[in-house]
């Protein structure tokens, strides 16, 4: 066995998605990065996602969340108001980005 090879042969590992548990092949899965920096590997264990679970991660996106908390008046008004205007707002971008793309 060439153990340089061996090595780099990361299609034979598995790897456990953090989400579900699940045990995918780590060519199958998806890194991700609690620290949000793919690109500095040293001293890193990466933790893994499977397919699935990689893109729900993706689709709860916090774009706009700020503005949102602000345009509904956080900290300002009082908590039922802004809960209710925070669930229009949500409302809103949710149907925009439906409609959207
Ligand atoms: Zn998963």
Wanted: proline share 1%; glycine share 8%; net charge negative.
């Amino acid at each position: 066995m060439d153990f340089r090879n061996a090595w780099h042969r990361d299609a034979d590992e598995e790897v456990c998605c953090i989400a579900c548990g699940e045990t995918v092949a780590r060519s199958d899965a998806r890194e991700y990065d609690k620290y949000g920096n793919r690109w500095n590997r040293d001293d890193k264990s990466f933790e893994y996602l499977c397919k699935p679970c990689y893109r729900e991660y993706c689709h709860f996106d916090r774009g706009g969340l700020e503005d949102r908390l602000e345009a509904a008046g956080a900290g300002t008004v009082s908590q039922g108001v802004f809960l209710r205007r925070y669930r229009d707002l949500a409302d809103e971008a949710e149907q925009t980005r439906t409609n959207g793309r």
